[in-house]
């Protein structure tokens, strides 16, 4: 599949781009952003190119988006007892491939860091 510029197919982008938020929500592929062109059937580039028209962040800003909501989300169950995930595992579980991401992406997308968020939250 030859990549068309955005500004000659911008209707083939937006369906796309629906597509991905759909996938990434539903199928939670945020945690393997490799699959998302594999399982919508296209290539990079028009994965790019709709990304960007989701986010102009870019595809790191976008898949890092959810990667923090799913890691507030397990952060807020340990914290309520509703887990059994430990902190220590919640960088994993929310996608992440190393500890050390995981608290810069986290500091950069809420200002705090994971144990000021969920201290902020139950006080």
């Given at each position: ?31 393997q ?6 399982q ?6 028009y ?20 990667r ?17 995930c ?19 992406t ?9 144990l000021f ?7």
């Amino acid at each position: 599949m030859t990549a068309i510029p955005i500004e000659e197919s911008p209707e083939l982008i937006r369906e796309l781009a629906v597509k991905i938020q759909q996938l990434v929500v539903e199928e939670k592929l945020f945690l393997q952003p490799e699959k998302l062109a594999q399982q919508l059937g296209t290539n990079r580039s028009y994965l790019s190119q709709a990304i960007n028209e989701l986010d102009p962040g870019g595809f790191r800003t976008f898949i890092h988006k959810y990667r923090i909501q799913a890691a507030k989300e397990l952060l807020w169950q340990i914290a309520t007892q509703e887990s059994d995930c430990t902190p220590q595992l919640v960088w994993q579980r929310a996608g992440f491939n190393s500890l050390k991401m995981y608290y810069r992406t986290f500091k950069a997308f809420t200002d705090l860091t994971h144990l000021f968020w969920v201290i902020e939250r139950t006080i």
